[in-house]
């Protein structure tokens, strides 16, 4: 059974850092896509960032940008995102998310991906 499992989350203080992990069981990682999304309460499900199969191309939202940073490390079939300078904006659960695709590049539309963890929530806050 493919399955992806988020952890990592949690409250933090406005300025502190978190680390999501987003592991996968029932197939390996190598040949797809990973994604980070997340929703906040009332708002749409919106790309956060996304890496490659290989790990050669990263994208990130603007909102993001220079403050998260996605890795992967696929003998360990594990995705990371790394986020520092945490805002209360980044408040939300936070998905992992992937698809087949062994092209340099990856996509941070929703409809690309096929298969969606059960998400870790990410509180903000003083």
């Known amino acids: 059974q493919l399955q992806l499992v988020e952890s990592g989350g949690g409250l933090v203080q406005p300025g502190g850092s978190l680390r999501l992990s987003c592991a996968a069981s029932?197939?390996?990682?190598?040949?797809?896509?990973i994604g980070w999304f997340r929703q906040a309460p009332g708002k749409e499900r919106e790309g956060v960032s996304c890496?490659?199969?290989?790990?050669?191309?990263?994208n990130y939202a603007d909102s993001v940008k220079g403050r998260f940073t996605i890795s992967r490390d696929n003998a360990k079939n594990t995705v990371y995102l790394q986020m520092n300078s945490l805002k209360p904006e980044d408040t939300a659960i936070y998905y992992c998310?992937?698809?087949?695709?062994?092209?340099?590049?990856?996509?941070?539309?929703?409809?690309?991906?096929?298969?969606w963890g059960q998400g870790t929530q990410v509180i903000v806050s003083s």
């Open positions: 029932g197939f390996t990682l190598d040949y797809y896509a």
């Open positions: 890496i490659s199969s290989s790990g050669g191309s990263t």
């Open positions: 998310a992937a698809y087949r695709n062994t092209l340099p590049m990856c996509m941070m539309s929703r409809g690309q991906y096929n298969y």
